[in-house]
């Protein structure tokens, strides 16, 4: 049965299994040798009773849409996205200083994809997406944050701006990363309370109405002749930040 979506690459269809998603099946490249990632793929898969295929590799090449598969491919369906009510619910229940992070407008793939391997990887407990105008989770971006979207929950929202409303009614600020801030992130006293990083889309940064309904707004400190940096980059930095904060 095929599934509605497509995972690939060892990693992430890895964690697919370990944070005990659903997974419908797997094909394997009748090529791919064996590796310590993939017999424990195997074996998740065995003990979650996932099927199994072999398949020919131009087949597996065909159904990864050009992305590198490492001889990996997982039949599941519909990515999970969960409500702003609930990853409000999830962070409180995990936290008393929630870690949130939101995108207003970010398109490309690949740094949607590095920014939720990051926000995972620092204890973040959730991520907001908005609907229109911005990337959303595509077998490119589960591919770019390495399985990470299989542990992190993602919300899609309509409205950012409403969302931003809804965290702040539940007590979790938010603090829009804006290089012309006159802040630095580090001195904010928003640092180390509850919050949403909210971070701009990679050429205009953040919307106007979005820069108003932050709480506060913050730059990170640049000490060389550089003075820009790519999105997925300036929110790793500003996310470490945050994260040693808590």
């Known amino acids: 049965m095929s599934g509605d979506r497509v995972v690939v690459g060892l990693h992430p269809v890895r964690e697919l299994l370990r944070a ?19 017999d424990e793929i195997l074996d998740l898969a065995a003990r979650a009773g996932v099927s ?26 519909a990515f999970p996205l969960a409500s702003v009510t609930e990853l409000i619910a999830r962070s409180i229940a995990t936290t008393d200083r929630p870690l949130l992070v939101a995108l207003d407008g970010v398109t ?4 949607l994809g590095s920014i939720a391997r990051t926000a995972e990887a620092l204890g973040a407990q959730g991520m907001l997406i908005p609907d229109r105008r911005a990337a959303g989770i595509t077998p490119t971006v589960e591919k770019a944050a390495a399985g990470a979207l299989a542990h992190l929950p ?7 701006v409403r ?3 809804e965290l702040g009614d539940a007590g979790i600020w938010s603090i829009g990363l804006d290089a012309d801030a006159p802040v630095e992130l580090t001195t904010s006293h928003l640092v180390s309370e509850p919050c949403v990083l909210v971070v701009g889309a990679e050429s205009t940064g953040l919307r106007r109405l979005t820069r108003e ?7 990170l400190r640049m000490r060389g002749r550089v003075d820009s940096l790519n999105a997925s980059v300036a929110a790793g930095i500003a996310l470490h930040v945050l994260a040693q904060s808590r």
Do not use: F
């Open 213 to 219: 309904r932050c709480d506060v707004l913050a730059r």
């Open 108 to 111: 490309d793939p690949h740094n």
């Open 52 to 77: 199994v295929a072999h398949v020919d590799a131009h087949a597996l090449d065909a159904r990864a849409h050009g992305l590198v598969h490492q001889g990996v491919v997982a039949d599941a369906p």
């Open 163 to 165: 969302a931003l409303d």
């Open 154 to 160: 993602v919300a899609r929202v309509t409205n950012l």
């Open 20 to 38: 005990g998603r659903a997974v419908r099946s797997l094909s394997i490249s009748e090529r791919r040798g064996t590796s310590p990632v993939l």
